[in-house]
């Protein structure tokens, strides 16, 4: 795998190979085996032009773990204050020694420029990129959904038949987009339910179906209730209903937690708005998977960067004896 930019490309083979990679480095973590030897010698960049906890951190505990040095980049206290162009800000960091680029940036798209511009020749992960896409989120959230559904026996399983219903601020996520393109092609039924001003105009091409109405999607029985978190940042106030209404008619709260099928388990990517889009009783149930994907996300992120970067070692070994 060179680049890691979006789901909507990723086949069904790939994506099960980066699950079933993932289920071996968590088993690693398991064991209690902090670090793996694998990428020793690579330098990792996170590139983040907007905020993270999650992605961020779980993208350097990964690198570190397979023994990958590590640079972390924000855009507070760089020179991109000063009119620093992406083209000059990545090719610093690749002469500084980047093998992997791992970019979070509010464009659409900027992930994939930095890929195919030939700026850098870096591979390059999308940490989420403006309301497109973040393919490691929905790598993750498939990943806890498998290993929710069959345990220990989850390796080289798809979702098939299983319903998953994503909710909330559609427009806005990247987090929505990637899913519905992966657990699709996993085999899953994917639902979204939101306001109607927040499902976004192509929605149509999506390989979904589309409600308005929170209650009639619980009633169906999904084996997975998503709650996106509304994107008050990016909201504007023409087409977000009040905060009182939204959380009365699309919120998550105890009486629709109760109506859920027992064997259902609620998903969220965070960072959460509690009591906007998911009550404290959701979020902290039994059925809540919030922290499996918090951990799940390191499992992945170590997948991906293994696949993108142990390729690039045995290439490198083997030019190495080939010069020798
Ligand atoms: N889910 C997610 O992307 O969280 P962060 O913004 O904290 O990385």
């Known amino acids: 795998m060179r680049h890691l930019l979006d789901t909507q490309h990723l086949s069904r083979e790939d994506a099960l190979t980066i699950l079933d990679i993932a289920e071996d480095m968590a088993d ?22 907007e905020d993270s906890t999650r992605t961020r ?3 350097e505990a990964a690198a570190k773990r397979l023994s990958a040095d590590v640079i972390n980049f924000s855009t507070k206290g760089s020179s991109v204050s000063k009119g620093e162009s992406l083209q000059d ?4 960091l690749q002469a500084m020694g980047a093998d992997a680029v791992v970019i ?17 020749t870096a591979g390059v992960v999308n940490a989420g990129d403006g309301t497109h896409e973040h393919p490691t989120q929905a790598l993750l959230d498939a990943f806890t959904i498998r290993k929710r559904r069959f345990g220990d026996d989850s390796r080289g399983r798809d979702l098939a038949g299983v319903k998953v219903t994503i909710v909330g601020d559609v427009l806005h996520s990247r987090v929505a987009r990637s899913n519905v393109w992966l657990l699709t092609a996993l ?34 029985g999904p084996d997975a209730l998503m709650m996106l978190r509304i994107q008050l940042e990016r909201m504007s106030a023409a087409y977000f209903p009040t905060e009182r209404e939204y959380s009365r008619r699309w919120g998550l709260d105890a009486t629709r937690l109760a109506a859920l099928p027992a064997d259902s388990i609620v998903m969220h990517p965070g960072p959460m708005n509690r009591g906007l889009e998911i009550s404290a009783d959701a979020a902290d149930s039994p059925r809540s998977t919030v922290l499996d994907q918090v951990r799940a996300g390191v499992s992945v992120r170590m997948a991906v960067l293994y696949l993108l970067l142990s390729g690039q070692a ?4 083997e030019q190495k004896k080939e010069d020798e």
Not at 89 to 92: F, G, S, Y
Not at 196 to 216: F, H, K, N, R
Not at 314 to 317: G, K, P, S
């Open 28 to 49: 690693t973590q398991h064991r209690e085996v902090k670090k793996l030897p694998t990428l020793r010698g690579k330098t990792v960049v996170n590139l983040f032009f």
């Open 57 to 59: 951190i779980s993208f």
């Open 89 to 92: 800000t990545a090719q610093t």
């Open 104 to 120: 979070r940036h509010g464009a659409s798209g900027a992930p994939r420029t930095l890929a195919t511009s030939g700026w850098i």
């Open 187 to 220: 085999g899953a039924e994917v639902t979204l339910v939101s306001p109607p001003t927040l499902v976004p105009q192509d929605v149509s091409a999506w390989p979904a179906t589309i409600s308005y109405d929170l209650d009639s999607a619980i009633a169906a």
């Open 314 to 317: 045995d290439h490198d070994d």
